[in-house]
């Protein structure tokens, strides 16, 4: 099940052994499981884009 933590770098900075108290949001996908004869990279990828596509911010290409 592929779940987004929004504000994550924030709660607990690179480092850091300690969160620090601040909010935090929970997304969770709908579970992804591996196809019949699929092959692990395209299951990968597919796992991959289903994390993504559950942040709310996306990074924009400008």
Sequence with gaps: IPCWIE???RVLPKGQF???PLLCRVVF???VAV????ERRAFLERA???????NP???RDD
């Design 18 to 20: 300690l969160p620090v």
């Design 29 to 31: 996908g709908a579970p």
């Design 57 to 59: 911010r996306p990074e």
């Design 48 to 54: 991959h884009a289903a994390l993504l596509a559950l």
């Design 35 to 38: 196809g019949p004869g699929e």
């Design 7 to 9: 504000n994550m770098s």
